[in-house]
């Protein structure tokens, strides 16, 4: 992300929802060296390589002049969307890479676009070689499954769009440093590397055997220089059939049952005992800690709580749990944001995937679902045009009274994406009614590295401006262009009035 002075080694990792509230402030605690950080007091052969160790949490300075996002859409899904705002737009430089017309995208200066995963080329014939990520492929990593799913590009990179990885490379190059520092491998043979490494364990369970057959041939052919291995099938063929599936049978000693060897043994009483050496847990004991003592010094290591957290499981009044929304808890005096809501995911997107196509927003309407009493109390019904706000922020959204949600709770579908009225510059009103909106930075009283905007706390009342059109009239949202005036070129209905694009 940035280069800020004074900030030296690698303690440079800004957790959870205090991303957006930290740059604004020019600075952040740093408690974990970030996520495969074991620490010289841990053992690795017991713990899990995603694991934080926490360490005595550590001011650290921050000074965000460059913005560096790539395809990730990082305004719309990280909470606290007024800051954000203020952050992006105080930056010197923003660029953003991307596959489609984001909101992270609309605030930059500079819009890179990249290749999606159906593209791809390793034909120098078609011009300039591309190749996607393995990321994202779906068929995971350290997964016991049953079949290896076969993908590759579908078509030549369309226009001027590059891989995310070649632009980073131009850029480091550029800056006078050696890129294959930073990327030794390329794309392409990480994606062969995938396959070629796939293993299937043996019928009898004496060894891991591969998959995939590759040939001096192979190596020839694909422009690679990997190790001759014998497997199940050719690379040719797994790609002409799209999968490789592992014969499987009823008595098949091959199932995985967790905790246990493959011989489950009887106890005294006829009860099955179940072994724990052969699979054990990634914790200290290699079991599984339903008391955990190295979870409660790990995280009260930072000194972030205000009091130290449990080795086991057990109940806190959360910050803007359900609670906080009375202003006398005892006597049920509902406070100023008497209202909880949640984010749950919605199906006409995946986060803020997809969410800009006319059929899926024409099939689901994306409203703001409350329970039927709440709305009645407020004169609200269904299709009304409602604002929800808090301290923080303000969205609009249409109504949908439920009788079957529970009274004191809302409903706001996660991912929409981000339609700005800025007509008062200091109180901007999402018409696109994102959740983000309303959500401050705020983290967990109990685990500070745990985000809170899951938990809102607001109102909600009758909007007596211009009402919302459905999403699906309002058209897609595309980088057109902008005209005299800085007014992009798509529009909403009823925003930026007296202007034209």
Not at 210 to 225: L, Q, S
Not at 383 to 404: E, H, K, S, W
Not at 446 to 460: C, M, R
Request: hydrophobic share 30%; aromatic share 10%; proline share 6%.
């Amino acid at each position: 992300l940035v280069g800020s002075p004074g900030a030296t080694g690698p303690n440079r990792c800004i957790e959870g929802n205090s991303w957006w509230s930290s740059l604004a402030e020019g600075k952040y605690l740093s408690s974990s060296e970030g996520p495969y950080d074991l620490g010289s007091g841990d053992d690795p052969a017991k713990l899990r390589a995603n694991t934080p160790t926490y360490h005595a949490a550590r001011e650290m300075p921050v000074n965000p002049r460059l913005m560096f996002a790539t395809n990730s859409n990082f305004m719309q899904t990280r909470g606290n969307l007024p800051t954000a705002i203020k952050v992006m737009r105080a930056a010197d430089t923003c660029i953003s890479l991307e596959i489609k017309y984001s909101l992270t995208a609309s605030f930059a200066d500079i819009i890179l676009p990249v290749a999606t995963h159906w593209e791809g080329n390793d034909d120098e014939e078609w011009g300039e070689l591309c190749w996607p990520s393995p990321f994202g492929d779906g068929n995971g990593q350290k997964q016991r499954k049953d079949a290896l799913v076969a993908w590759r590009p579908l078509v030549k990179p369309m226009y001027e769009a590059r891989e995310e990885k070649r632009i980073c490379r131009d850029i480091i190059e550029r800056m006078g440093f050696d890129a294959d520092d930073a990327y030794p491998k390329s794309n392409y043979d990480q994606w062969l590397g995938y396959f070629l490494g796939m293993r299937e364990l043996s019928e009898d369970l004496s060894r891991w055997e591969p998959v995939i057959t590759w040939t001096a041939d192979d190596n020839r052919k694909h422009h690679a220089n990997y190790p001759e291995q014998q497997g199940k099938i050719s690379f040719d063929q797994f790609m002409a059939d799209g999968s490789y599936v592992a014969h499987r049978s009823p008595d098949d000693r091959r199932n995985y049952v967790g905790y246990r060897d493959d011989k489950l043994g009887i106890g005294e009483n006829g009860e099955v005992v179940v072994a724990d050496t052969a699979w054990p847990r990634p914790s200290r004991s290699g079991k599984l800690e339903i008391y955990c003592q190295f979870k409660a010094d790990n995280v009260n290591r930072t000194g972030l709580n205000s009091e130290p957290i449990k080795p086991y499981a057990n109940y806190f009044v959360p910050n803007r749990g359900y609670q906080d929304t009375f202003a006398d808890w005892g006597a049920k005096v509902k406070g100023a944001y008497p209202l909880q809501a949640y984010t749950p995911h919605y199906m006409r997107r995946a986060h803020t995937c997809y969410d800009n196509m006319t059929w899926t927003q024409e099939a689901f309407r994306n409203p703001v679902f409350m329970n039927a009493q709440d709305a009645e109390e407020r004169g609200i019904k269904a299709g009304d045009t409602v604002v929800c706000y808090n301290d923080f922020g303000r969205m609009l959204r249409i109504a949908q009274p439920l009788q079957g949600m529970m009274p004191g709770t809302v409903g706001i579908p996660h991912g929409v994406r981000s339609l700005f009225d800025e007509s008062d510059p200091d109180n901007i009103v999402d018409r696109g009614g994102s959740e983000q909106m309303l959500s401050d930075g705020q983290q967990s009283n109990y685990f500070p590295q745990v985000d809170g905007y899951n938990s809102l706390l607001i109102e909600i009342e009758k909007y007596e401006g211009e009402a919302l059109v459905e999403d699906c009239d309002r058209g897609p949202f595309l980088a057109a262009g902008i005209d005299a005036e800085g007014t992009p070129a798509y529009v909403a209905e009823g925003m930026y009035e007296g202007k034209e694009a």
